[in-house]
Each structure stands twice: as C-alpha cells, then as structure tokens.
C-alpha cells in the first residue's frame, strides 16, 4: 500500500502562487497514472490535474493555463503549481492515482489546505 503525504499549502491573495507536493512511498509511483485532486467546502472531491508515466498532461478546464502538473519518479514526488489563483480555487488539495487510467487506487491522505483570499 503506497502512502500519500501531500504539502506546500497555505493562504495566498488572489493572483498569487503556490507550489504542492506529494510525496509517495512505494517504487510503484513511477509506473501509475497520477492526479491532483481538490474537494472544496459542500462539493464533490474533483480532479484538477493528471499526469501519465510519460508525462503527458491534462487539466481541468477551470485551472487550464494557470495550474501545471509535474513528476519526478526518482524522487517519488508529484507537484502542483498554482499560478494566478482565484477565490474559487479554495480547497483541500489530495494526490492519488489517476482514478480514470490506474489500475490501482491508493488511500487518501490528509491532504493540504489551499486558501485564497480576494
């Protein structure tokens, strides 16, 4: 079982950045299908950001062009960054595999607290 340990969070005017990270134990980080996910107060838990073993891309529409989604697999660590935040972007921030691709899904952890004031 891979554990999941997200950081990098905080409270940030609205235009500001942020730069999240998971770091996740297990060799088997390399080979999945990874994303960011994000659940706001009220609101289903969503995708935000994927990213496959080669690095290929995609990205919710509401975050298309501000947000970029990276790995690095020698380190086990998958990154965020936030540019440009709006309001709306407030949440709790979780990686986790990439539920439409993996053929694994891991447990949460206890993801990291992004807040954007206007």
């Known amino acids: 079982q891979v554990q999941l340990v997200e950081s990098g969070g905080g409270l940030v005017q609205a235009g500001g ?53 990276s790995r690095d697999n020698a380190k086990n660590t998958l990154y965020l960054q936030l540019n440009r935040l709006k309001p709306e972007d407030t949440a709790v921030y979780y990686c986790n595999s990439d539920f439409s691709t993996a053929d694994v899904r891991w447990a949460w952890g206890q993801g990291t607290q992004v807040t954007v004031s206007s």
């Open 17 to 69: 950045s942020l730069r999240l990270s998971c770091a996740a134990s297990g060799s088997i980080f390399s080979i999945t299908p990874m994303g960011w996910y994000r659940q706001a107060p009220g609101k289903q838990r969503e995708l935000v950001a994927g990213i496959t073993v080669s690095s290929n891309t995609r990205y919710a529409d509401s975050v298309k062009g501000r947000f970029t989604i």
